[in-house]
């Protein structure tokens, strides 16, 4: 069975992009696509992921506000973090983050590589 994927990110053309690649693996299905932190909540206590996608700029409420409550009601979820800010919020963030992974937006190429390290199949 494959693993249920959830997308945040405000950009509707950077949730196609991350949809297309998950789209081509057979391991990994997209269950859900949020345009923002409360709709990303909403929606993985709906779809139950196996993993969830966060973008760190989203309106309202950000990735990390999100993922500290993602965190608290599905804690063994992995989270991963994608940004183009990604240096700077690696430094940023402490060991008690709640975020798994921070990923580049310009690495989204090896988007499912990252996912593979986290939950694999």
Known sequence: ????????????TIRKLLC??????????LCAEAVDGEEAIALAMQHKPDLIVLDYWMPGMNGIEAAYELRRIMPNVPIILFTIHAD????ALGPNSPIDLIVEKSNAIHIVDHVRSLIPV
């Open 88 to 91: 700077t919020l690696n430094y």
């Open 1 to 12: 069975m494959p693993k249920k994927i959830l997308v945040a990110d405000d950009n509707a």
């Open 20 to 29: 297309e690649i998950f789209e081509t693996e057979e391991d990994y299905d």
